[in-house]
C-alpha cells in the first residue's frame, strides 16, 4: 500500500513537481544574493536617524522598506515623477535600482501559478500536495528498506538507481516535508481559507493636526533600531490631518507628525507569527542560508524522479505484466506467488490470463503479502511457490509462514498450492510442500490437492490447470510459454582444465564482460552490477530451459568465471566443457542476495567442495579489506582437481586468505572436508563464538555433513547451525 501511494503520485505528477522544484531551487539563490549585494545597516543605527537621511537626500520620500536580508529601498515623489531606489543606509543615498529583477520575478511567476493565474495556483498547490505524500510514504519506505528508524543511514546494497535514490532521499525529505507543507499553508492563505489573524490599531482620533516635527526627535523612532523595521510611511506633505505609520518587528503604530507622539500601537498576534515564519522558511527571505539548502534539496527532486523512473522499469521487467489484475477486495480468487528470480510469476500471468478469460474476477500479488481478512469477497486462494535452496520460502514469499500461522483460525475459503522445483534435488518443492501441510494444519479447505510442476513444465502446469478448472466447473486451458530474462552473448577467454585423472571432468571458464549500457548501470540490469556467489543463467543449445551456475568473480575483477563439471548425459555441462576460447554461450544474471559475505569484519569460514570452491574463491579474491577468511576446501586428488590451487599463495601472501585447510577424499588418508572441520574443531568454535559467519557451497550431501560436523562442534557452546541460521551467520548454496 504504502509502494503503490508513493509510486504513483510520483510518475504522473512527475513532470510538474520537477518544474516546482527546479524553480524553488533557482529562487533560494536571489535572497543570499539580495543579502550579500545590499548596503547594510551599521549595528546601533535607529529608524530615526536613518529616515532623517534619507529625506535629506530625497525631500518626497513617501516611504521606507526594510527587507529581511537587510536591503533598505526608498520610494519618493520628486517634480510629480516618481522614484524608487536601493538606499546606503549610511548616507541615504540611492545606489542601485530597486526594480525587481526580472529573472527572479519569471521565476516567480513560474514557481507560484504557471503563469496561469489563480488556476495555476491551484495546480501547484495539488503538486505540493502530491510532494508531501511522497515524502511520508518515501521516508516510510526508506526506514523499511534501512531496518528501521535507528539505522537510517545504514549501508545499502542494490541497483546504483535505487541506492541513489535512497541516498538523497535519507538527506532531502526533510526539505520536501517543510518546503511542502509551507506551500499548502501559504495557498490557503492566499484564496482566504485561514483565518486573517492581523490586528491593526484603530486611526487615532486625537491627532494634533500639526506637520514639521523633526524625525531625528521622534521618541519611538530614536528608540527602534533599523534591524526591527518593516515599513515607514509618510503622510502626504502639508496634510495635518496624517500620520506616519511605523511597521515593525514587534507590531504597527501610528505617529503624530506634529509632535512625534505614538498615538496607537498594536502588537503582532501568535497567528501573524506563525505565517511569517512559515513565509520565511518557504521563501528563505530572513533565513538565506535555510533557503539555500532547501534549494540544493530541491535539486534532488529531478534526479530521484529519474532515478525513481528507472527502478520502476526495471521492477516492471523483473515480472511480467499482469493485465487486469484487481484489487485483492474486489477479487474472486485470489493467485500469490513465491519466486525467486521471477519464473513462477509467468505461470501466474498465464493462469490470471485464462480466469480473467473464463469470467472471474482475479488479483495476482506476492505471498509475502497474504492477508487474509483482505480477500472479502474471496471465493478460492491459489498459492504458486516455488523453493529456494535446501526448502527455504523464496524472495516473494519471505514472512508467509508467519503469516499463515497468525491468521485467526481457518477460512471457509478453499486454497490450492501448486509447487515449482527441479525434480533432480532431494529439497524438491520442499518449501510448497512445507505450506500445503501448514494450510492443512491450520484447517484451511483444499481446493484441488497438491501437485508439482517439475522444471517449468508447461504439461506438468496444463494438467494441473484441467483439474483446478474441474474444481470450478469450469473449461480451464493454460497455455504456458515461458518468458525468459533478456540474454546476451558472452566470449569465452580462456579455460583452464582439471579432473581428468579422477574421471570428472571439469573447466573453470573465464568469460568476457559484455558491454554494459548507461541505462544498464543505472537499473542495475544485465551485467552491470554482480558479485561472487551470484548466478548465471546459461541457455543450452537444443533447451528452453537454463541452467544456473554460481559466479566464481565479481564485476570489479573484469571478467565473468564459472567452475562446470561435465556429467553424464549432461546437455548444458557438455556443452560448456566442449566450449574453447572464442566461442559464445547465451546468458543471463540472476543475483542471488542470499549467498553473500556480509558486512563488516567479522571472520568468514568458507567451506566448500569440488565446483563448490567456485564462490569462495571468487569470495577471497574480492577480499580486499583484507578480513580474516578460513577457506576448508575439499577436492579428490590435489593432483587434479585442486580448482584454483596456483592463486591460493598469492591470496595468502596478500592477507586475503587468512588460512587454508584442505581435504583429500582419494589420498593415502582419505577424508573429507567435514573431517578437516572437526580436525579444527576448537578453532572453529572459537570463530564462530566471535561472531564468524559461515557460508557452505557445493553437493547437498557434502552441506549435510557438514550441518551435522558443526553441530558437533558448536554443541559445547550451545550453539547450532539452526541458529546461526536464523541470525544469518550460516549461509549455503547448495546443488
Request: charged letters at 20%.
Amino acid at each position: 500500500m504504502i509502494r503503490a501511494l508513493h509510486r504513483w503520485p510520483g510518475l504522473l505528477v512527475l513532470a510538474l513537481i520537477t518544474i516546482l522544484a527546479l524553480s524553488g531551487a533557482g529562487l533560494s539563490i536571489f535572497p543570499a544574493a539580495e543579502r550579500i549585494g545590499a548596503p547594510q545597516a551599521e549595528s546601533g543605527l535607529t529608524v530615526a536617524i536613518l529616515a532623517s537621511r534619507v529625506q535629506a537626500a530625497h525631500p518626497g520620500v513617501e516611504q521606507i522598506r526594510r527587507a529581511p536580508s537587510g536591503r533598505i529601498t526608498a520610494y519618493w515623489f520628486d517634480r510629480g515623477m516618481p522614484g524608487a531606489a536601493v538606499i546606503d543606509p549610511a548616507t541615504g543615498e540611492g545606489v542601485a535600482s530597486a526594480d525587481p529583477d526580472p529573472v527572479e520575478r519569471w521565476l516567480t511567476n513560474l514557481h507560484r501559478s504557471l503563469f496561469l493565474g489563480d488556476g495555476g495556483r491551484i495546480v501547484t498547490a495539488g503538486g505540493a500536495g502530491v510532494m508531501l505524500v511522497l515524502a511520508l510514504s518515501g521516508a516510510a519506505l526508506v526506514a523499511r528498506r534501512a531496518g528501521g528508524w535507528r539505522h537510517w543511514f545504514a549501508r545499502l546494497r542494490g541497483p546504483l538507481a535505487g541506492r541513489l535514490h535512497v541516498e538523497i532521499a535519507r538527506v532531502a525529505v526533510i526539505g520536501f516535508l517543510l518546503s511542502s507543507t509551507t506551500a499548502l499553508w501559504m495557498t490557503a492563505s492566499t484564496f482566504a481559507l485561514l483565518p486573517d489573524g492581523s490586528a491593526m490599531p484603530a486611526f487615532p482620533a486625537d491627532v494634533s493636526g500639526e506637520t514639521g516635527f523633526a524625525l531625528d526627535r521622534m521618541p519611538v523612532l530614536r528608540q527602534t533600531p533599523v534591524a526591527e523595521l518593516r515599513a515607514l510611511s509618510f503622510p502626504p506633505p502639508g496634510d495635518g490631518t496624517d500620520v506616519f505609520t511605523m511597521k515593525t518587528d514587534r507590531g504597527t503604530g501610528y505617529l503624530d507628525q506634529g509632535d512625534g507622539r505614538l498615538l496607537a500601537w498594536a502588537d503582532l498576534t501568535g497567528w501573524e507569527r506563525v505565517s511569517e515564519t512559515i513565509s520565511m522558511l518557504h521563501t528563505g527571505r530572513g533565513a538565506a542560508t535555510l533557503g539555500l539548502m532547501l534549494g540544493l534539496m530541491a535539486l534532488g527532486v529531478p534526479v530521484m524522479g529519474a532515478t525513481g523512473v528507472l527502478v520502476w522499469l526495471a521492477g516492471r521487467r523483473g515480472r511480467p505484466r499482469i493485465r487486469g489484475n484487481q484489487p485483492a477486495g474486489r477479487a474472486e480468487t485470489i493467485v500469490l506467488v513465491g519466486s525467486e528470480g521471477g519464473s513462477t510469476w509467468g505461470f501466474a500471468a498465464t493462469l490470471n490470463t485464462a480466469l480473467t478469460g473464463a469470467g472471474q474476477s482475479v488479483h495476482v500479488g506476492p505471498m509475502s503479502a497474504f492477508a487474509p481478512e483482505r480477500y472479502t469477497r474471496a471465493e478460492r486462494i491459489i498459492l504458486l511457490a516455488a523453493t529456494y535452496g535446501d526448502g527455504a520460502a523464496p524472495a516473494s514469499a519471505k514472512g508467509f509462514l508467519d503469516r499463515l500461522q497468525a491468521a485467526d483460525g481457518a477460512s471457509h475459503v478453499p486454497l490450492a498450492v501448486l509447487g515449482f522445483g527441479d525434480r533432480s534435488f532431494p529439497s524438491y518443492c520442499a518449501f510448497a510442500k512445507a505450506v500445503a501441510a501448514a494450510a492443512k494444519a491450520k484447517g484451511w479447505p483444499e481446493l484441488v490437492p497438491f501437485e508439482t510442476v517439475d522444471r517449468q513444465s508447461p504439461q506438468d502446469f496444463a494438467r494441473w490447470g484441467r483439474a483446478l478448472g474441474k474444481a470450478l466447473g469450469i473449461g480451464l486451458v493454460l497455455s504456458h510459454q515461458p518468458v525468459l530474462p533478456k540474454a546476451e552473448t558472452l566470449t569465452l577467454v580462456s579455460r583452464r582444465d582439471f579432473g581428468g585423472q579422477v574421471q570428472a571432468p571439469t573447466a573453470i571458464l573465464r568469460f568476457a564482460l559484455p558491454r554494459v549500457t548507461l541505462l544498464q548501470r543505472l537499473t542495475g540490469c544485465g551485467f552491470a552490477r554482480f558479485t561472487a556467489g551470484d548466478l548465471i543463467g546459461i541457455l543450452p543449445e537444443g533447451s528452453t530451459v537454463p541452467r544456473h551456475y554460481s559466479l566464481a568473480s565479481g564485476r570489479r575483477d573484469g571478467f565473468l568465471e564459472i567452475v562446470v563439471k561435465k556429467h553424464p548425459g549432461g546437455l548444458c555441462s557438455g556443452q560448456l566443457t566442449a566450449l574453447e576460447p572464442g566461442a559464445t554461450v547465451t546468458a543471463f544474471l540472476r543475483r542471488n542476495p542470499r549467498f553473500r559475505p556480509g558486512r563488516g569484519r567479522a571472520p568468514l569460514i568458507l567451506i566448500g567442495a569440488g565446483t563448490g570452491i567456485g564462490p569462495l574463491a571468487g569470495i577471497v579474491r574480492g577480499n580486499r579489506r583484507r578480513r580474516p577468511v578460513h577457506l576448508f576446501f575439499g577436492m579428490r586428488d590435489p593432483d587434479s582437481d585442486f580448482f584454483y590451487g596456483e592463486e591460493m599463495p598469492a591470496w595468502q601472501e596478500e592477507g586475503r586468505l587468512t588460512r587454508l585447510v584442505t581435504a583429500v577424499s582419494r589420498g593415502r588418508r582419505s577424508r573429507y572436508v567435514q573431517d578437516a572441520l572437526r580436525g579444527e574443531a576448537a578453532q572453529v568454535a572459537q570463530l564462530v563464538r566471535g561472531g564468524a559467519r559461515v557460508m557452505v557451497c557445493g553437493g547437498r550431501d557434502m552441506a549435510a555433513g557438514v550441518a551435522d560436523a558443526l553441530a558437533e562442534i558448536l554443541a559445547p557452546t550451545g550453539l547450532t547451525p539452526k541458529a546461526l541460521k536464523a541470525e544469518g551467520r550460516y549461509v549455503e548454496d547448495v546443488y
